[in-house]
């Protein structure tokens, strides 16, 4: 086992974007050895990160604008009409009251704030990475409340962010290490927990690097891969959608985000081993909350929803998103309405599964 104090050394994080860098390890773990609560400890020991935003509507519209291609009108925000859009642009009238941000837009704005320089070599955030060897990440799972509305006012506010657990699983030589980053949303950086206005845990998960003929090797047998998990129920709705390598380059110039697995094809398959570009997890989240709002009611709207990422979708193959509501279509004793919604890949595979609650706006 490798000394404590020789294997990781995290230096304070000064105001310059670069010194990011300092929260990963300033040595690498050797191929059978990894002091993990070491590692769990410093993580852990990472200050909070506030970042702050503008509610302008231009992300929240572009946003619109990049997925209408990709949805029904059904399925649109309520605000957000696509013909008018498209040929007169943003223009609200200064009469127009500030509308609440669409559930699930807030992925677009509060965007990582570093240079290239300052990212991980997979073009991703270090402050949630345990360094290397453990260079590649893949979104898990996660969960978001919807406790108020954020309204688009060209007003000021502020994402709290933190790592909550660090876990290892895997035997020695393939753990895979789970980080949950918790981010919680609001009007005032002084809020308290439980006050926020979203309330968000991603699940990251952190693997091992792969040489270049594992990566081929492990892109083959998945294009040999014939098995297929099926979801256990039917929908009442779906909507199936083709997703291009267009598509998944606005949703990364939207968000700020760098992560090769969804910019370069050359870097999916021979550094990951993937067949082509990765659909976002936040993206394909964003298209289940869509899809589910088309279900709701006039004054419903989603509550809370979790999700787990079980199988890569990819660029230009089709995807299918499904919604059912739970509890033979009867509303729970509090008003509210439970959800599954879950997206299935060309094969009719299951590769996301969510649930969600909607109530009364």
């Not at 010194?19 to 769990?40: G, I």
């Not at 390598?245 to 990951?272: D, G, K, M």
């Not at 094969?347 to 996301?352: D, K, N």
Request: charged share 20%.
């Amino acid at each position: 086992m490798i000394p404590p104090r020789r294997l990781q050394r995290l230096v304070q994080v000064a105001a310059s974007p670069q010194c990011y860098k300092a929260y990963l390890p300033c040595r690498q773990y050797s191929s059978n050895a990894l002091d993990f609560e070491t590692l769990r400890t410093s993580m852990l020991s990472r200050p909070e990160k506030l970042t702050y935003d503008i509610l302008s509507p231009t992300p929240t519209h572009l946003l619109n604008i990049s997925l209408s291609d990709f949805l029904p009108p059904s399925c649109h925000p309520p605000i957000f009409n696509p013909s008018s859009a498209l040929s007169s642009g943003l223009s609200p009238s200064k009469a127009t009251p500030p509308q609440p941000l669409p559930e699930a837009h807030h992925l677009v704005y509060f965007p990582p704030q570093l240079p290239a320089s300052g990212l991980t070599p997979d073009g991703t955030d270090p402050f949630h990475s345990p360094g290397a060897p453990f260079d590649r990440r893949m979104w898990a799972s996660g969960s978001i409340s919807f406790n108020k509305p954020l309204l688009v006012n060209r007003q000021q506010v502020v994402c709290r962010e933190s790592l909550g657990d660090v876990t290892v699983k895997g035997r020695p030589g393939e753990e895979k290490i789970f980080v949950d980053v918790w981010r919680r949303y609001g009007e005032d950086d002084g809020f308290v927990a439980g006050e926020e206005a979203i309330t968000e845990r991603r699940s990251l998960v952190f693997l091992r690097r792969r040489s270049a003929e594992e990566a081929r090797e492990v892109a083959r047998e998945g294009v040999r891969d014939g098995r297929v998990v099926k979801a256990p129920h039917k929908p009442t709705f779906n909507h199936t959608l083709l997703p291009t390598s267009t598509l998944l380059f606005h949703y990364s110039a939207l968000t700020f985000n760098a992560h090769q697995i969804h910019l370069n094809p050359t870097y999916c398959r021979e550094v990951e081993g993937h067949r082509n570009l990765l659909f976002h997890g936040p993206l394909s989240l964003t298209f289940m909350v869509s899809v589910l709002r088309s279900q709701l009611g006039k004054d419903e709207r989603v509550k809370k929803i979790d999700y787990r990422n079980l199988a890569p979708l990819y660029a230009e193959e089709p995807l299918t998103v499904c919604v059912r509501q739970n509890g033979n279509g009867e509303d729970m004793a509090d008003g509210h309405k439970k959800w599954d919604v879950w997206v299935e890949d060309s094969r009719g595979g299951l590769c996301v599964k969510g649930s969600a609650v909607s109530n009364s706006a």
